[in-house]
């Protein structure tokens, strides 16, 4: 049987082209591949920017609250020195004198000078307003009953604290003390 060359070359030919269909066909499947681990690349840098973006406005929100409850608590203080303001003018009239620490010294006994869990409150605050050793700190106060103290918040140090415990143990009216103060470091 004689193969004449034009059968030969037709048959190389039939052979090399479905081997390099099929390696067309790989490649094919290899792009594809290559285009859907693309997307994905794309899908995780979208998410990233959507997680950074969401951080951003996450820390602007923190520091937007911080700001008003500093406004808020300023305006509370100033709420208080005007409230003690008062007392204090009050003591006047009714025969009572203050002294430059700010404590009350009775020169008569009437039933207008009555020390109230309120006016304890206001007095504890004003004395920590404007104090140098309180500087950072985020104090509540809140007097229960019958002039049983409650402080809680926020201090930098426990010299602080310490401080915050003493100025409101002297505040005249005062029982007790419950110091529920955390230490929290500034930056």
Known sequence: MKISRTFVIAGTLAISGAWMGGAALSQAWA???KTAEAAEAKKDRIDDRAANAKE????KTAVEKARLEDKAAMDKARVDDRAVAKKNEIDRQNGTTVAKDGTSKEKKDTAGDEV???WITAKVKA???GDKAL???DIRVDTDHKGILVLS???PNEAARNHAVTVARETKGVQRVDDKLEI???K
């Open 116 to 118: 109230t869990d309120a």
């Open 127 to 129: 004395s920590f307003v």
């Open 153 to 155: 918040g926020y201090v």
């Open 135 to 137: 500087k950072h700190s």
């Open 56 to 59: 951003h406005i996450d820390d």
């Open 31 to 33: 792009d594809t591949s």
């Open 184 to 186: 929290k470091a500034t």
